[in-house]
């Protein structure tokens, strides 16, 4: 239970502030990896050892003004939405305002000079804003994390009461309804498009939930067909899939064969055609045939529930670039408070101005100033960063790995399967002992005990060459980066595999492997792998962007050379063994920031270890968990798109914190200097998040090159 994941939806977070007071409150509870988005409304966290109770955490959350959305209880709507009460306070304060501007002209109605009337009238938007904004403010400073709306609440109800003294005192000079009105109207005018445009940075989580299929036709042992909810098939059992359907879940195809779009999960258009033995990914869609799969994974085990909780989670892992904007964040709303009240006492004391004066020019100092802005810049982009990424095929891990991968200055390329096809032609067969038949048939039992692609290669070849020939091993196992070594029942020992399993390799150093029989060659065998089509593209694409690219291969040196010159690549390493991979890849990383491109199996240890390492496996689990960058395609060429993708991402958070900085520096000193009228500060203070956020949005749509 310990280990167990809590998940909560939870309503009324409205920025990155309310999120991190949450975040604190879970955090001091001790429990463990706590994560919480207020744009997806999601809380999760860890019990860890921690003897808090579900329940005393949702009450926790209930007192920070927050309220948790229980899954048993029917969804209901609420009526005092945001639109509400942004329409309601926008009835009211429309005459208010139009007052005021008529008053500068030198028009006056009669009824509105009357200040009581104009205090009715201020009243139901003052309420609404005095609720709405100090429900928020109060949870904030219980969480120690002070946000926008304290800045507004004080702004708008000091209007208020600075008012409702000059009603009382009949004192026109006083009088500044409207300001407290419209103070509280307009940033609810900028909550409502802040929280429209928040929707659409999160419209790719949304468009792979949609992915997931509800039902799924299991077959019973009798052969009978049923149906099944998702949650309840289990790994093993046994569905049907028919023309047309969706695929319900991960698994193994057993029989049949169809051609399969996955397309909304790799990016990649062209259907795939599948029979027994292939994998098939849940979601992904049977266009013709139809067959029955054996289930390989359920629930979060899935690759297109690890695709979503990759794109959930993105938000958690922060770019280093958002650190100093944190750190500038929390302690924002109590240092413009102090300027706000330096502004109205050395207005009013040291500059002599009028009180009412520098009232003015303290509330608009407390509503222009916009610490959302900074704390929106980055989660915002890089929701829709790895959202685009992720409808093309590429899962980014976090915000720092997009971050990681635009600073690499070193490109290491696993050779086989990775810069080759990985589909290995024999070129020639040189047999030095025994017959032709029985060496064919002992390649081919070797190799059938290996996933290596040269293995697989060799396996389907061999069988074609293989005439009825067999033989019988009693062990076989494979060595890494040696070979595969077998023997038989009379304890003859078999290796296949590099020059590395012969006391002293032949001096032809033309082929690649060799067969023995305890010790003596039983023949030489030369392999040819072709490049792939795209390689000398994507390598010509990163060295334009100062990316020095790599060759790191455990194949022999003068093959491994020879793909390198091809490809124009300056640096190889040959002859590698897993251990020196990693030995390779940890001496680059110390050198400058380093991306590993493999397969994400293998090469596991060495993308651990690099700066930045991405997997090409086609859907594997393994390659999701193992690699920060993983191409569910395989395809090489979608690694211009994740850099170009990933530089624009970096790019939009540099302008969204740019332009965050930039206008509270410019827009506190103008109003403190009573340069600026607090409506005016609260309309730009509303559109400042809206700019961010429109900033981010951006990116769905740009052409990146």
């Known amino acids: 239970m310990a280990n167990d994941i809590v998940e909560l939806k939870v309503e009324g977070m409205t920025c990155n502030n309310c999120a991190a007071s949450l975040n604190r409150f879970l955090e001091r509870k001790g429990v463990q990896d706590v994560y919480v988005n207020f744009q997806t409304k999601e809380v999760r966290y860890r019990q860890g050892s921690s003897d808090i109770s579900l329940e005393e955490v949702k009450k926790g959350i209930h007192k920070l003004g927050y309220s948790v959305v229980e899954e048993d209880q029917p969804k209901r709507q609420r009526w005092w939405t945001l639109e509400r009460k942004l329409l309601v306070s926008a009835i009211f304060t429309l005459p208010l305002l139009l007052h005021h501007l008529l008053m500068v002209g030198g028009i006056h109605f009669p009824l509105m000079d009357n200040f009581w009337w104009q205090m009715a009238i201020c009243l139901p938007p003052f309420v609404i804003g005095f609720t709405h904004f100090g429900r928020s403010a109060l949870s904030s400073l219980k969480g120690g994390v002070p946000n926008m709306d304290v800045l507004i609440f004080v702004g708008g109800t000091a209007a208020f009461i600075y008012s409702l003294i000059g009603t009382l005192m009949w004192e026109p000079n006083y009088i500044f309804y409207e300001t407290s009105a419209t103070i509280f109207t307009l940033v609810l005018v900028g909550n409502w498009l802040e929280k429209r445009a928040v929707e659409q940075t999160t419209t790719a989580i949304g468009e792979l939930a949609k992915l997931q299929v509800k039902k799924a036709r299991r077959v019973t042992p009798s052969g009978a067909i049923v149906t099944l909810r998702q949650e309840e098939v289990q790994v093993g059992d046994i569905l049907q899939v028919n023309e047309g359907d969706q695929v319900p879940l991960d698994g193994l195809i057993t029989q049949g064969e169809a051609s399969i779009d996955e397309s909304m999960l790799t990016g990649e258009s062209i259907p795939v055609e599948k029979s027994a033995g292939d994998k098939v990914i849940g979601s992904s869609l049977a266009l013709s045939g139809n067959f029955r799969m054996e289930v390989t994974a359920t629930g979060r085990n899935t690759v297109l529930s690890q695709m979503i909780e990759l794109v959930k989670t993105a938000q958690q892992d922060k770019p280093d670039i958002q650190r100093l ?92 399967g990775t810069l080759t096809s990985g589909q290995f032609r024999i070129k020639n067969i040189t047999y030095h002992k025994g017959t032709e038949e029985r060496a064919n048939a002992l390649i081919y039992k070797l190799e059938q005990h290996s996933s290596h692609p040269i293995a697989k290669s060799l396996t389907r070849e061999m069988e074609e060459r293989l005439n009825g020939q067999q033989v019988e091993l009693a062990s076989v196992e494979e060595k890494r980066g040696v070979g595969i070594i077998g023997k038989d ?108 491109i493999g397969d994400g199996i293998n090469d596991a240890p060495a993308l651990a270890k690099a700066t930045v390492g991405i997997s090409l496996s086609n859907a594997s689990q393994v390659a999701i968990q193992s690699a920060q960058i993983v191409l569910l395609n395989g395809r090489l060429e979608h690694l211009e798109k994740a850099w170009a993708i990933s530089r624009h991402t970096v790019l939009t958070i540099r302008q969204n914190l740019f332009w965050a900085f930039a206008y509270n520096i410019v827009a506190i000193p103008v109003a403190a200097m009573g340069f600026l009228n607090p409506m005016w500060g609260a309309l730009f203070m509303a559109f400042s998040d809206v700019v961010v956020i429109g900033n981010s949005i951006r990116l769905k749509y740009k052409k990146v090159d």
């Not at 704390?375 to 891990?397: F, Y």
């Not at 023949?523 to 390598?539: M, Y």
């Open 489 to 596: 029942n009379d304890g003859n020992e078999f290796r296949i595999g590099s020059g590395r399993i012969l006391d002293k390799a032949p001096a032809n150093g033309g082929q690649s492997l060799y067969l023995t029989e305890n010790g003596a060659l039983l023949a030489t065998i030369d392999i040819t792998d072709e490049l792939k089509p795209e390689a000398k593209g994507v390598i010509a694409y990163f060295k334009e962007q100062g990316v020095q690219p790599v060759v790191l291969s455990g194949d022999r040196r003068a093959k491994t050379e020879e793909v390198a010159s091809e490809l124009g690549i300056d640096r190889a390493f040959a002859e590698q063994l897993p251990e020196q991979k990693l030995e390779v890849v940890e001496k680059l990383s110390r050198e400058a920031p380093t991306a590993m």
């Open 325 to 416: 904007a944190d750190k500038i964040s929390a302690i924002f709303v109590p240092v413009v408070l102090g300027i706000a009240l330096l502004t109205l006492l050395i207005g009013h004391f040291a500059f002599g101005l009028p009180f009412q004066k520098a009232l003015m020019n303290a509330i608009a100092v407390l509503v222009i100033s916009c610490p959302c802005a900074m704390g929106l810049a980055t989660p915002t982009a890089v929701m829709v960063g790895v959202g685009r990424l992720a409808r093309n095929g590429i899962l980014v891990k976090g915000g720092q790995t997009l971050e990681a991968f635009t600073r690499i200055r070193n490109a290491v390329f696993d050779k086989t």
